[in-house]
């Protein structure tokens, strides 16, 4: 059995994990990992970096491919892609978000992690509308690229 | 007494749903006037009243309120301008209504039920339930030329997609990402284009109340209720496809009756349909995808949701919809279940209990949650009356969720142009209800000589198949093994 079946929350051993030069081109990290009837990120990707044996497999990210362009993270129903560019000493997490009020660009919001504990503060550089699902950059401390999923306005 | 809550609880800013402030509906309960809004029932204008308690209980008299919040469980019946239980959960609001509560049983009305004598129907296909499965039916039998006639108790088309704000799993060309409001739009309008047409009628607001004797083909009544007076309806049909749906079910624990003990999709539909917050604290019981997803839900309209517990010692719903639950800081105890509802005529807490690994509670585990409502999600029944009282066979499949209809890999069950589809057939997704409908539609077209169309029909049992396939299609795949194997035991169709 899993520690996330119990838990719900997945560590860094259960996903496809991209080397320190693919996470500098900025990729989709892909955290899905159970063998679920969904395929809309395969079709979503703009380069076929994403694929999938068949509809249940989980997907799985080319990084050579991938150019992390985020255009999947707002399409999983799931809400479970994020892409992360890393930027000198700093990383940019991509990630859904669907709660309200929607934070601006330049505003400082509270970084959480997978278990929604806070990890320090991050800043919005980007906010795209993705039908109701927003998709946000934020700016945090390179060290917690892998840590941070979840923001508090 | 009245129980009287003191929040603000009509939802005005929601990250999915645009929540306007609607046109304002004054009605009178227990002889004091409230307001309404337009599209609210009588029960969730009442929630949004702060009443919560809507009747008593027969044998002593504790406060009930609603549970299921879909027409299903009875525990909201009151008088409405006279006339005794009314389901006031799915009765629509209107302007100026009188609201009791009724003495148990309830007063025979002085009110005549029946303004009109009876109409008769006569249509090729008659297709019960409006959800996903329903819709997906009414419009494959139309668009292969049968007449149709969708008949649904709510006052609006959808079913339980009405309510379903997140985006859709399955494959890409089953509307995969889109959320199950903006699926229930798409399949209305192409109901209301087929309307235009001539092709389909549909009656909402209307319950089919029995099958009768009948010298040719399929007899049924069908009540629809017009301004809480109700008109009865002889439909005479070829075939009937039957999607009545499932019912949440009930957990045994002390306080389990207490007004503010919900189905999680009760409250789903109050906040999601009517915007309405049920209360400021939940406790979810039941980390299946149901309750994960009405978790987060809730977190979207505002509500803080203490934990979720599951009995059982794993996760039952999706990772996905475990994650995005669990970074927002809401903790998943599984092993645990609730002990009891703790709270004097209304949820003032709970206490929960950690299981061993018989599920038996662990003693000196238990811990007191402070919160105002429970929800219960631990799983459904399928809503198999109507199918009973045709005389189908049935048979008790607990992969299936209870007692379900036989039926063949066409939908048909064991009396010849009697369809199911849908959770009436055995719980599952509302992507698969959707083929299922689909299926069920087709066949029953086919069945009737409009259409010729084996191609298409393999297509959408190739497409059910392959959304089972995984891992959490296995319970299903049981499931309807089971029933394709019993029904070829039973008699052949009649």
Same mark, same amino acid.
């Given at each position: ?17 991209p080397?320190e030069e693919q996470l500098k081109k900025g990729v ?40 992390g ?15 992360i560019k890393k930027v000198g000493k700093k990383a940019w997490v ?46 945090i401390e390179s060290t917690?690229a892998m ?7 | ?18 929540? $306007? ?67 006031? =959960?799915? /009765? ?9 509560? #009724? ?17 008769? @129907? ?44 997140? $985006?859709?799993?399955?494959? $890409? ?9 903006? %699926? ?11 309307? $235009?047409?001539?092709?389909? #009628? ?21 009540? #629809?209720? =017009?301004?809480?007076?109700?008109? *009865? &309806?002889?439909?005479? =049909?070829?075939?009937?496809? *039957?999607? =009545? ?32 917050? !049920? ?21 979207? /309209? ?9 009995? /059982? !010692? ?53 811990? &007191? %949650? ?11 029944? !399928? ?12 048979? &008790? ?14 939908? #048909? ?42 191609? @298409? ?38």
């Amino acid at each position: 059995m899993h520690q996330y079946e119990k838990t719900g929350i997945l560590c860094t051993k259960d996903f496809q994990i991209p080397s320190e030069e693919q996470l500098k081109k900025g990729v989709a990290i892909l955290e899905c990992v159970q063998e679920i009837p969904c395929n809309p990120c395969v079709a979503s990707c703009p380069v076929h970096a994403i694929s999938m044996k068949d509809i249940n497999a989980p997907p799985m990210n080319d990084f050579e491919k991938c150019i992390g362009c985020t255009k999947c993270v707002g399409v999983c129903p799931g809400l479970a892609i994020f892409v992360i560019k890393k930027v000198g000493k700093k990383a940019w997490v991509t990630l859904p978000y669907e709660f309200v009020p929607v934070p601006k660009v330049g505003d400082t919001v509270q970084a959480l992690d997978r278990t929604g504990s806070l990890r320090g503060t991050a800043l919005v550089k980007k906010v795209i509308k993705q039908g109701k699902t927003m998709v946000i950059t934020i700016e945090i401390e390179s060290t917690f690229a892998m840590d941070i999923r979840n923001i508090r306005v | 007494m009245l129980h009287i809550w003191g929040f603000g609880v009509r939802i005005r800013s929601h990250p999915i749903i645009d929540f $306007k402030k609607r046109k304002e509906l004054p009605f009178y309960f227990e002889k004091k006037k409230f307001v309404g809004e337009e599209g609210d029932t009588i029960a969730s204008a009442l929630h949004a009243a702060g009443v919560k308690t809507l009747t008593k209980s027969l044998k002593y008299d504790s406060p009930r309120g609603f549970f299921c919040g879909i027409g299903k469980c009875s525990s909201c019946l009151m008088r409405v301008n006279g006339v005794p239980n009314v389901r006031t =959960c799915i /009765a629509p609001l209107k302007e100026g209504i009188t609201v009791e509560m #009724q003495d148990k049983l309830g007063l025979l009305p002085d009110a005549e039920f029946f303004d009109k004598p009876k109409k008769t @129907l006569q249509v090729n296909v008659l297709v019960v339930g409006a959800g996903p499965a329903g819709l997906c039916a009414a419009l494959e039998s139309a668009q292969h030329g049968a007449s149709v006639l969708l008949v649904d108790e709510n006052q609006c088309v959808g079913g339980q997609l009405i309510k379903q704000t997140h $985006k859709f799993f399955g494959s $890409k060309q089953e509307r995969a990402g889109t959320r199950g409001i903006d %699926i229930a739009k798409e399949l209305e309008n192409n109901v209301l284009q087929l309307q $235009k047409e001539g092709k389909i #009628q549909v009656m909402t607001d209307a319950t089919v109340i029995g099958y009768y004797e009948s010298d040719k083909n399929h007899r049924f009544g069908v009540v #629809q209720r =017009c301004e809480y007076l109700n008109s *009865l &309806y002889d439909v005479r =049909c070829d075939a009937a496809i *039957l999607a =009545c749906g499932a019912m949440e079910n009930m957990l045994l624990f002390p306080g389990n009756d207490l007004p503010g003990v919900y189905g999680a999709g009760a409250v789903q539909t109050l906040m999601n349909v009517y915007g309405i917050r !049920p209360g400021d604290r939940v406790l979810m019981v039941g980390a299946g995808n149901v309750g994960l997803i009405v978790s987060y839900q809730l977190l979207q /309209a505002g509500i803080a949701v203490d934990r979720v517990v599951e009995a /059982a !010692p794993v996760i039952g719903g999706y990772n996905v919809h475990a994650a995005k639950l669990r970074r927002c800081g809401v903790p998943i105890m599984t092993s645990h279940s609730i002990k009891e509802v703790c709270g004097d005529e209304k949820v003032e807490g709970a206490i929960i209990v950690r299981l061993d690994e018989n599920w038996k509670p662990i003693k000196d585990s238990e811990e &007191y %949650i402070k919160c105002d409502t429970i929800c219960l999600a631990v799983g459904l029944t !399928p809503s198999t009356r109507l199918l009973s009282q045709i005389g189908v066979d049935s048979e &008790y499949i607990p992969e299936a969720g209870g007692y379900v209809a036989l039926h063949d890999d066409s939908m #048909q069950t064991s009396i010849s142009g009697i369809y199911v589809a849908g959770d009436a057939s055995g719980i599952e997704e509302a992507s698969t209800a959707m083929i299922e409908g689909k299926i069920a539609g087709l066949a029953a077209a086919i069945h009737l000589g409009c259409t010729k169309n084996m191609k @298409l029909l393999t297509q959408y049992r190739e497409e059910l198949a392959h959304l089972r396939a995984g891992p959490f299609g296995e319970k299903p795949r049981i499931a309807k093994k089971k029933i394709a194997k019993m029904k070829e035991t039973h008699h052949a169709p009649v």
